[in-house]
């Protein structure tokens, strides 16, 4: 491919020359500093490299995409004699391994390697992130290994295209081949990215691809889905509807969720430029209470309090590990046997709300 470029104020169009790569590093290193490089759709947008896996080794760059769909990326220059069958098996191997991982270690080891928390990156990217619903498909889509594997080069060849379009066809796995071409002068570079098989290709071959689905619920499908699909007796369908007026008049952003299993509602405060989610009720009636969102701001001192005045309600009993992965559920049986009890979760929210509204910006 020959690039030809001109400047503003220039007459002439210029040739920009193809160009190597110093090392497989070097193209690790433009895909670590952005992901997005790699055109998937949902996009990816955020990675960690050198991910180490117990009983292999470390795959180059793993990424994440809002709904929790996996991306396992291996580097390799089209001069090395691994970037035909070997590196699709090292791909392999990384996943067979990383089957073996539970969300809360993935997000750990994410955590240490990545230059912010997984979760944070999301909840500042994503609008209306859900992280429990993130964690669902996070969850499933290590337990069931649906993950899509990425061979970056800088130049395809033949022969790892037909074994990529041939896996896609006939084998569980979601399977690509970025070529990433690399043009430069004396003052510019440009990168060239196509994508050979992927997503498109896997569905276009009617096999199931490495995406986390969701939907967007609302008032008749999240009652809907609580009496029919839940089979909620209807005092919990009083206790929902009850917490729904509540938030919908309360928080400072009402939101449906966005689940593929459960129905959902979540209630937020803003502050500055944050959405952080105090609880997110769900239909098979549990709540999920965040802590982890809260702690991006909130001091922790006023989170011990509020999980203080949480494990005052009977039934109700809160530990600690770390408010940076804390996220703890509640059983809405405990508002069922006890009337009173919604009635103090109530106030424990509105009193975090007012506590995150106080702070300075």
Not at 27 to 56: H, M, V
Not at 110 to 122: C, E, G, I, R, V
Not at 175 to 180: N, T, Y
Not at 311 to 328: D, R, W
Request: proline share 2%; with cysteine; charged share 35%.
């Amino acid at each position: 491919m020959r690039i030809m470029v001109r400047g503003k104020g220039e007459k002439v169009w210029k040739p920009l020359d193809e160009s190597d790569y110093d090392s497989e590093s070097h193209l690790q290193g433009l895909l670590n500093k952005d992901i997005s490089l790699i055109p998937l759709d949902p996009p990816l947008l955020t990675c960690a490299s050198e991910f180490g896996l117990p009983g292999s080794g470390a795959t180059d760059i793993v990424a994440v995409d809002q709904d929790g769909a996996i991306t396992i990326i291996e580097c390799k220059l089209a001069k090395s004699r691994e970037v035909r069958r070997m590196v699709i098996g090292q791909l392999l191997e990384y996943a067979a391994f990383l089957t073996k991982m539970s969300a809360d270690e993935f997000v750990e080891t994410f955590d240490d390697l990545a230059d912010a928390p997984l979760y944070q990156t999301m909840a500042e990217k994503v609008e209306d992130f859900e992280e429990s619903v993130f964690k669902e498909n996070l969850t499933d889509n290590l337990k069931e290994g649906r993950f899509t594997l990425i061979v970056a080069v800088d130049r395809i060849n033949d022969e790892l295209r037909e074994i990529i379009l041939y896996l896609n066809a006939h084998s569980d796995c979601t399977v690509g081949a970025l070529e990433l071409e690399y043009f430069r002068d004396e003052q510019r570079e440009l990168l060239v990215p196509h994508l050979y098989g992927g997503p498109e290709v896997k569905e276009a071959s009617g096999r199931e691809t490495s995406s986390g689905k969701t939907r967007r619920w609302d008032r008749d499908s999240f009652f809907k889905d609580a009496r029919e699909e839940q089979e909620l007796d209807e005092e919990y369908i009083k206790a929902l509807e009850e917490l729904l007026k509540f938030s919908q008049g309360n928080a400072d952003e009402f939101v449906w969720g966005r689940g593929k299993t459960w129905a959902s509602f979540g209630f937020k405060v803003l502050k500055g430029k944050l959405k952080l989610t105090i609880f997110y009720a769900y239909t098979d009636a549990n709540i999920n209470i965040n802590f982890s969102s809260l702690n991006r701001i909130a001091r922790t001192a006023d989170l011990e309090e509020f999980q203080r005045r949480l494990n005052t309600i009977s039934g109700i009993k809160l530990e600690k590990k770390s408010f940076e992965h804390f996220a703890p559920w509640i059983d809405m049986e405990v508002f069922v046997k006890d009337k009173t009890a919604l009635k103090t979760f109530k106030e424990a929210v509105l009193w975090m709300r007012d506590k995150i509204r106080s702070y300075d910006e």
